[in-house]
């Protein structure tokens, strides 16, 4: 099976522009999640979608946001962008499980540089 | 919330040796999962080892194994016998059971070996 694949892997955008980044999990994956990483901040959460439907949202502006297809392939959306937003953004799919996600499967991630 | 602490920014290993990563983590569930997730410097983030909670035995994967301390709270992660390709950053997480709940993750301990 392919992995998770992410585009674009680099992006360098300036303050005040939007950015679109996309995620393909991998087959049959209908669960997909969103992080940001940062240098000493770790990952921090920014939402999970599955079928379609945002189930969980971490504590991030509305100036992130996200969606997911049918086809489980989910996109990212930062406007208004500021240097603070800097960073790796991961993103990671999960098996269907009735007790929720007991896995996650990442994907290389997109490098999002804001000047 | 739950929060996830890893104490140990930076640890160092000699090759062929056995290394210890600390992580400790906040909650009031009783059935959850925890992780332990290697992050190369290519950046690909993959799973190490899974430890359900209900389970008092630890989880073994090869050269990796946990002390999962339930009662502490306590999940560190061992690696025996050090090798080159385990230089990486290690992330612990920790994930209620259920639809829904988010993965927390701690900020991460940086391995090196050295040869």
């Known amino acids: 099976k392919a992995g998770v694949t992410q585009t674009p892997r680099y992006l360098i955008k300036t303050r005040g522009q939007q950015v679109t980044l996309s995620c393909s999990p991998i087959?049959?994956?209908?669960?997909v999640s969103w992080y940001q990483q940062t240098p000493g901040q770790g990952l921090q959460f920014l939402f999970e979608?599955?079928?379609?439907?945002?189930?969980n949202k971490g504590n991030f502006p509305g100036r992130f946001s996200g969606r997911q297809f049918s086809n489980s392939r989910s996109e990212m959306n930062v406007s208004t962008l500021e240097l603070g937003d800097s960073a790796l953004y991961l993103c990671a799919s999960s098996p269907v499980s009735p007790q929720g996600p007991s896995e996650q499967y990442f994907g290389p991630g997109t490098r999002l540089t804001v000047t | 919330a739950q929060t996830v602490t890893q104490s140990q920014p930076e640890m160092s290993v000699q090759e062929a040796e056995t290394v210890t990563l600390s992580c400790t983590y906040d909650?009031?569930?009783?059935?959850?999962?925890l992780f332990w997730y290697k992050q190369p410097p290519s950046r690909q983030m993959i799973l190490v080892i899974r430890q359900e909670a209900y389970k008092q035995q630890n989880a073994t994967e090869n050269r990796f194994s946990v002390n999962f301390q339930k009662a502490a709270k306590s999940f560190s992660l061992k690696i025996s016998d050090s090798q080159l390709g385990d230089a990486a950053m290690y992330f612990c997480?920790?994930?209620?059971?259920?639809?829904?709940?988010?993965?927390?993750f701690g900020t991460g301990t940086s391995l090196t070996v050295i040869p």
């Open positions: 909650t009031s569930e009783s059935d959850y999962y």
């Open positions: 087959s049959g994956h209908r669960s």
């Open positions: 979608y599955f079928s379609e439907t945002q189930r």
């Open positions: 997480a920790y994930r209620s059971v259920g639809t829904g709940n988010q993965f927390y």
